[in-house]
T-cell receptor, first 115, second 112 residues
């Protein structure tokens, strides 16, 4: 029973297309995240939601838009895809620990390739 | 601001060798510290953690001790196996409303 699941696992698409990645967690966590991992394995936080409210919105192009219909789901929509968007995108969740010191649980990742 | 610095890789070892991956951090207060592991084609998994100074986290033969005096959380294993080949990330969590901050990752390759 997967704790954090994201779909699809692989996504190959052409420049200019719009695509979405979906994420669901069954851990009962209050907080969910999107991270981007580049080709050098560097992880960069993009967004975070706590109980459906956006709490982290790092400097990413506004072509990226997260949406959280409920606290168990956090989707990522990307408009007008560019070659530089090619990366692995990870969804994660954590319990809403007040001091921010709780661990995060990660999905398997979505490898996005823009051609 | 908060940050994590870990040793550059790749680290290449023979099976049964001793492993150390260095990690140091900059943070105010008393952050929680984590090591995550990413096997090829998979997501990140929590390997171990420590929440206060002098705590030792351990799992699967890996250990790391939270050293506040040296602001370090080095990962060690006495005898690595081929199956330990992966990317290892040091991370810290310190403030409400923020995400974990990760180091750049260290690739470990173990050969038989």
């Amino acid at each position: 029973d997967t704790a954090v699941s994201q779909t699809p696992k692989y996504l190959v698409t052409q420049m200019g297309n719009d695509k979405s990645i979906k994420c669901e967690q069954n851990l009962g966590h209050d907080t969910m995240y999107w991270y981007k991992q580049d080709s050098k394995k560097f992880l960069k936080i993009m967004f975070s939601y706590n109980n459906k409210e956006l709490i982290i919105n790092e400097t990413v192009p506004n072509r990226f838009s997260p949406k959280s219909p409920d606290k168990a789901h956090l989707n990522l929509h990307i408009n007008s895809l560019e070659l530089g968007d090619s990366a692995v995108y990870f969804c994660a969740s954590s319990q809403n620990v007040p001091d921010g010191k709780g661990e995060a649980f990660f999905g398997q990742g979505t490898r996005l390739t823009v051609v | 601001g908060n940050s994590v610095t870990q040793m550059e890789g790749p680290v290449t070892l023979s099976e049964e060798a001793f492993l150390t991956i260095n990690c140091t951090y900059t943070a105010t207060g008393y952050p929680s510290l984590f090591w995550y592991v990413q096997y090829p084609g998979e997501g990140l998994q929590l390997l171990l953690k420590a929440t206060k100074a002098d705590d030792k986290g351990s799992n699967k033969g890996f250990e790391a001790t939270y050293r506040k005096e040296t602001t370090s959380f080095h990962l060690e294993k006495g005898s690595v196996q081929v199956s330990d080949s992966a990317v290892y990330f040091c991370a810290l969590g310190n403030q409400a409303g923020t995400a974990l901050i990760f180091g750049k990752g260290t690739t470990l390759s173990v050969s038989s």
